[in-house]
């Protein structure tokens, strides 16, 4: 691709850590010291952190991982210099991508070993980049990142059978213990110190997108563009900005297209490689679901080839893409953040116990991207955009203060469990403004970012161009149709007279609203009575609460469908999506496309 030749990007930061490479264990494993033996629980291969409300067979059939207990626990007392493990239990968070463990030694030092689950992106990918961005934030940005100790990022070298991280057991809590009971001047502590190293992230620009790598763990013949992280004390690293782990590259079968998974030296590139893959899967994969699914839209919609003329419409666009954005900086991003549906891990973030609530640890880097910086969405346990009953206040003209977030002006008539919902929709409402207001002082870069009328324009195709099979065509026509309704204003953004690439007769505009609000109706559910009946992502619950989750979805379910007239109320019931068959965006392949 000719991309290695194109010279190395040189960056400079204050702090300077004795520049030493993370101990490899990319080679085969050393069997140097033994362990007593730990008694093998089939627990540790299976997914415990829950259960699912719907497809829980399913979920736990692609996490299971099997591996050689002994042999991890071997490197462990390798790479810490220990003679014994006294210790070895599943860590009961182990988030959405990891099976993690806490391995305990004899010389008192506790280590965390994570072994990635094989469910979207390639294994070796998926640790490989973790492994250098957890180096290169805890090293060069001086984010409190835990150490890494010893790693494998191709299963067939080590004896473990499966790839692994082990790294220094951080300190601190899960941030979301504490988040929704912490006191108000803890929350703010935690924000200001979470916008604090969001600003070293934002001023830290890359040369391309992609993710990051140490160059020695690609394989031969993947493309890459060279990265330099220069310290003051004139200590070098080398890094390579390589495919991305985006899981929108891999999802669902996705891994086995001939397609370019990066890196990406341009917007307009990048946007038409998103476009070529979701082409290529629907022409390859995509089958129409039966008419009894819960994912079945419409008769329209159950054709591949309507999403490909939709997603062929937005590629005629994408010339325009990078010049609307100008110049955007190319930036690392925290994983645990939300884009394209999926919720971030809460356990991912760990803060200190005291009221003070700093930032301990930012332990989970694998799903972590460079990606133009408009493209960074806010902390998921601030995101307002799924409340329900105290919503973004108008600010009017933008000149007018806005009046201050409060209590929906029927508060007192609602249910006890309304009220509870509705306050707690004002306190993280008042989080996210005070959020707001530090990111727009300390770090206006992001803010201005963010704020850009061209990077909201463009932050929602981007975001959608992947999804259209799941939820319509809808939602990424809605996006063509604002790009068409603002053509004057980008043209004379641009400089140019080009007319607008995309065309909608009056006849297509109004389908497509109706079409829009049904989308929007389907999706009510998913947004605002998800977290109300106690699920996570693609209904994940915790045991102990499955069986108040299922009365509470059947509950939930009945009250909706009453809200249509009788013969809208059979549609509303089969689209319900938290039922067997229901949306499922982790699943490796949905059971409606082929098999490899």
């Not at 005629?316 to 990078?322: D, L, R, T």
């Not at 995309?502 to 999706?523: G, L, N, R, S």
Request: charged share 25%; with cysteine.
């Amino acid at each position: 691709m000719g991309l290695i030749a194109r010279g190395l990007f040189q960056a400079t930061r204050c702090h300077v850590p004795t520049a030493r490479r993370v101990t490899a264990s990319f080679c085969r494993y050393q069997h140097t010291l033994k362990s007593k033996g730990v008694q093998v629980d089939q627990q540790f291969f299976q997914d415990t952190s829950g259960t699912w409300l719907f497809n829980a067979a399913e979920q736990q059939r692609q996490r299971y991982l099997k591996f050689n207990v002994d042999a991890l626990v071997a490197e462990a007392i390798r790479c810490t210099e220990a003679s014994s493990c006294i210790g070895f239990q599943k860590l009961p968070y182990e988030g959405l991508r990891h099976r993690s463990f806490e391995i305990e030694l004899d010389t008192g030092i506790k280590v965390i070993a994570k072994l990635p689950l094989k469910l979207r992106v390639p294994a070796h990918l998926s640790t490989a980049s973790e492994v250098a961005t957890m180096h290169f934030a805890r090293n060069f940005l001086g984010m409190p990142v835990p150490k890494v100790l010893s790693y494998c990022s191709r299963a067939e070298t080590t004896e473990v059978g499966a790839e692994y991280i082990i790294t220094e057991k951080p300190e601190g809590t899960p941030l979301a213990s504490r988040w929704h009971t912490a006191p108000e001047k803890s929350t703010l502590n935690f924000l200001e110190d979470l916008v604090g190293y969001e600003k070293v992230m934002a001023e830290t620009n890359f040369p391309a997108m992609g993710s990051l790598y140490f160059e020695r763990d690609l394989f031969d013949g993947t493309p890459f563009v060279p990265f330099r992280a220069e310290y003051d004390s004139g200590a070098v690293e080398e890094y390579a900005i390589g495919p991305t782990v985006d899981i929108r590259f891999w999802r669902n079968g996705r891994s086995s297209l001939d397609i370019n998974r990066g890196p990406w030296e341009n917007l307009a590139l990048y946007t038409r490689d998103i476009i070529d893959c979701e082409v290529a899967w629907l022409s390859r994969y995509a089958k129409p679901y039966p008419p009894e699914s819960p994912l079945y839209i419409s008769e329209k919609d159950n054709s591949p080839a309507t999403h490909i003329s939709v997603l062929e419409k937005f590629r005629e666009v994408s010339n325009y893409v990078g010049p609307l954005a100008g110049s955007p900086s190319f930036n690392l991003t925290y994983p645990c953040y939300p884009t394209d549906g999926f919720i971030e891990d809460p356990h991912s973030i760990l803060v200190s116990e005291d009221d003070d609530m700093k930032i301990t640890a930012f332990f989970d880097w694998q799903s972590a991207q460079i990606h133009p910086l408009f493209q960074n969405n806010i902390l998921g346990l601030l995101d307002c955009s799924e409340n329900k009953y105290v919503t973004v206040p108008d600010d009017n003209d933008g000149e007018t203060p806005a009046d201050p977030p409060s209590l929906p002006v029927d508060f007192e008539s609602l249910g006890a469990a309304e009220q509870e919902q509705s306050k707690q929709e004002l306190r993280k409402m008042k989080q996210q403004e005070a959020y707001t207001s530090l990111t727009e002082k300390e770090n206006p870069v992001m803010h201005e970012c963010r704020e850009d009328p061209s990077h909201v324009l463009l932050n929602g195709p981007l975001q959608t161009l992947s999804l259209s099979w799941e939820l319509g065509t809808a939602p990424l026509s809605e996006c063509l149709l604002r790009i068409h309704d603002l053509w004057p204003k980008i043209a004379t953004a641009l400089g140019t007279d080009d007319p607008c690439p995309v065309t909608f007769t009056e006849p297509e505009q109004e389908a497509h609203e109706k079409a829009f609000k049904q989308a929007k109706q389907d999706m009510e559910p998913y947004l605002y009575l998800s977290r109300k009946i106690g699920l996570a992502m693609d209904g994940v619950v915790p045991f102990h609460q499955l069986e108040h989750a299922r009365a509470r979805n059947a509950e939930e379910l009945e009250k909706y469908v009453q809200t249509f007239p009788p013969e809208e109320q059979a549609r509303a019931r089969r689209r319900w999506p938290f039922q067997e068959g229901g949306l499922a965006f982790a699943l490796t392949v949905d059971s409606h496309s082929e098999t490899e």
